[in-house]
């Protein structure tokens, strides 16, 4: 959908691991973010970004950091990746305000 | 943040309206009223949203109670596809310091039944 692409879809590491989710979309949207859902629950914002080099914090960011040095990609950084992390990722992306949101498909992230 | 407040769980038949109801007594003057569906492991898609009046279009009408306390997500007639995790999300539409971010409840889960 809006040309977002997670990668990777689903990855297992370890306790203590460095991991990085990368969010790249086509649709040169200003506006991209990081969710994340746990099970029976909907979902909370890590961090968004509203330009390039222009990110901030949301809802539940300790652990994680992010970074966009481009339009058209915003990572997300597990320094070292917990228990506590493993979740469902999604990304998002928004063209301008006022209009609705574009979501990807999601990253399955287990950490052991 | 102004919350809502939605049913864990709704059930219809297929073919039959669906009413997804939706209470948000706190809703500022410029909120508006956002609905989204999670299809089992899709990211979430964007349904409908309005700020006074009703509103339609192709996958359902959102019907806005007068003093905006409350809203119904309606599904003219349910197949099994519309099965999902509805959320009502209150937002502001342009300007502010939202960003444009989305604060999601746990939403109500739709069974449809064929």
């Known amino acids: 959908d809006a040309g977002i692409t997670q990668s990777p879809r689903h990855k297992v590491t370890e306790t203590g691991t460095p991991v990085t989710l990368r969010c790249h979309q086509t649709?040169?949207?200003?506006?991209m973010y990081w969710y994340r859902q746990d099970p029976g629950h909907g979902l909370r914002l890590i961090h968004y970004s509203y330009g390039v080099k222009d990110t901030d914090k949301g809802e539940v960011s300790d652990g994680y950091s992010v970074s966009r040095s481009k339009t058209e990609d915003f990572l997300l950084t597990l320094e070292s990746a917990t228990s506590s992390q493993t979740s469902v990722y999604f990304c998002?992306?928004?063209?301008?305000?006022?209009?609705?949101?574009?979501f990807g498909d999601g990253t399955r992230l287990s950490i052991l | 943040d102004a919350k809502t407040t939605q049913p864990n769980s709704m059930e219809s038949n297929e073919e039959e309206p669906v009413h997804l109801p939706c209470n948000h007594s706190t809703i500022s003057g410029t909120d508006y009223i956002h609905w989204y569906r999670q299809l089992p492991s899709q990211g979430p898609e964007y349904v409908i949203h309005g700020l006074t009046s009703n509103v339609n279009n192709r996958m359902a009408s959102l019907a806005i109670a007068e003093d905006r306390k409350s809203s119904t997500l309606i599904l003219h007639r349910a197949t099994l596809r519309d099965a999902a995790v509805y959320y009502c999300i209150l937002g502001a539409n342009a300007g502010g310091t939202s960003y444009g971010k989305l604060t999601f409840g746990q939403g109500t889960i739709l069974t449809v039944h064929p």
């Open positions: 998002a992306t928004l063209e301008r305000l006022g209009l609705p949101q574009h």
């Open positions: 649709e040169n949207h200003r506006y």
